[in-house]
Structures are given as structure tokens and as C-alpha cells.
């Protein structure tokens, strides 16, 4: 079986302070991806990044940035300088055979 | 170039009517995989349709059932619907399965049972 947990529901702050989300994940497969995605309040769910579970190499795109680490089975992810636009809920992902787990979702409003 | 539709987006049934949503995936995908969004949660996996065929199920009751056409789009059914079947329901296509790429979804059909 397979779990996604994002302790964080919500997150508030400023514009332009950098916000991290915590993700958690429990598998027992040995290859798996790890994905964060955004949730406007249009419902869509956004594509933002991918990981797979031999790449541990952090990067950053843009004003993302994500900390996998497997030792604690953890995939942070930080947004720089956040924006009002960034308000939304962002969801982390895992996928092992075809199917895609979900966590319940952290709630991030910036204020302007 | 199109992304995921979805149809209706949204609609309103009373308990033990069924209902069927809609989709059609993304130019090029062939993959289609239902979720349900219960207002506040994560999107739960409900089955995944490739060629034609149910792939991967979820933990849904039989009441769910899909079925995907030639042309890669697909329906979900939903029979003896419950209060508790109200939620967003999420297409996403992909291209031959999930497990190494991203999907693209569509903006849902809002389900509200009364």
C-alpha cells in the first residue's frame, strides 16, 4: 500500500516571503515517482514537478524548488518569493503502478 | 491544442439516480484515469482506462463503473447514487500509463446529491 501525507493543511504569508510544504510518502516499491501539483479554485488540477525515486538530485525551476530525500522518505517543496497568484492547493503525488496517490493538500494563501 | 474536457461541469441528483460524466483527454493521450475530490481531500484514485480496457481500480464499490471508446475519451457511470458520492469528479489523460509521466486534467464535474 501506498501513502502520501502533508502534515501542513494550511499555510498563510506575505507576499515575497518563501513558503515550503512537507510531504511524507510510504511505499513499498523500490521504483516510484513523487509529483507535486496545484489546485487553483478553477479545480484544475496543475502539473508542477516530477521526481523519480533513483534521482535524489535537488533542482530549482524558476521561483520551485524541491528537497527529496529518501533516507526520510520526505519531498519538500518551496516556492521563492511568493506571489498572490500562488494562492492555491498544492498536492504531492506518488505513482506506482499505474495509480497515483494523492495527499489531503495544503491550503497556501499569500497575501498581498 | 485541446487539454482535458470535461463534461457536464456541473450537475445536480437525488439518491439512488445515476449519473454519467464525461471526458475527452488531451490531443495525443490514450490513458484516462477517473478521481473523486470530496470537498476538502485529495483527489482518490478511482480506475484507470487504456485500450479500451480497466487497467487499475481504485477501492470503489461496483456502483463505478467507466468505459472508454475508440477514441481514447471515456465515461464514468455512477448507479444507486448515495449522498456521499457528492464530490468534484477529475478526468486526467496521460500517455500508455501514469507511472513515469505527468497528467493533465481537466477542470472536473461537480456532483452535488441530494
Known amino acids: 500500500a501506498q501513502k502520501v501525507t502533508q502534515a501542513q493543511t494550511e499555510i498563510s504569508v506575505v507576499e515575497k516571503e518563501d513558503v515550503t510544504l512537507d510531504c511524507v510518502y510510504e511505499?513499498?516499491?523500490?521504483?516510484?515517482?513523487l509529483f507535486w501539483y496545484k489546485q487553483p479554485p478553477s479545480g484544475e488540477l496543475v502539473f508542477l514537478i516530477r521526481?523519480?525515486?533513483?534521482?535524489?538530485q535537488n533542482e530549482i525551476s524558476g521561483r520551485y524548488s524541491w528537497n527529496f530525500q529518501k533516507s526520510t522518505s520526505s519531498f519538500n517543496f518551496t516556492i521563492t518569493a511568493s506571489q498572490v497568484v500562488d494562492s492555491a492547493v498544492y498536492f504531492c503525488?506518488?505513482?506506482?503502478?499505474?495509480?497515483?496517490?494523492f495527499g489531503a493538500g495544503t491550503t497556501v494563501t499569500v497575501r498581498a | 491544442d485541446a487539454g482535458v474536457t470535461q463534461s457536464p461541469t456541473h450537475l445536480i441528483k437525488t439518491r439512488g439516480q445515476q449519473v454519467t460524466l464525461r471526458c475527452s483527454p488531451k490531443?495525443?493521450?490514450?490513458?484516462v484515469s477517473w478521481y473523486q475530490q470530496a470537498l476538502g481531500q485529495g483527489p482518490q484514485f478511482i480506475f484507470q482506462?487504456?485500450?479500451?480496457?480497466?487497467?487499475q481500480r481504485g477501492n470503489f464499490p461496483d456502483r463505478f463503473s467507466g468505459h472508454q471508446f475508440p477514441n481514447y475519451s471515456s465515461e464514468l457511470n455512477v448507479n444507486a447514487l448515495l449522498l456521499g458520492d457528492s464530490a468534484l469528479y477529475l478526468c486526467?489523460?496521460?500517455?500508455?500509463?501514469?507511472?513515469?509521466?505527468?497528467?493533465?486534467f481537466g477542470e472536473g464535474s461537480r456532483l452535488t446529491v441530494l
Open positions: 503525488a506518488l505513482v506506482s503502478d499505474y495509480k497515483l496517490s
Open positions: 490531443s495525443g493521450h490514450d490513458t
Open positions: 482506462y487504456y485500450e479500451e480496457e480497466e487497467r
Open positions: 521526481r523519480n525515486s533513483f534521482d535524489e
Open positions: 511505499t513499498r516499491d523500490t521504483t516510484y515517482y
Open positions: 486526467a489523460s496521460s500517455v500508455s500509463g501514469t507511472n513515469t509521466g505527468e497528467l493533465f
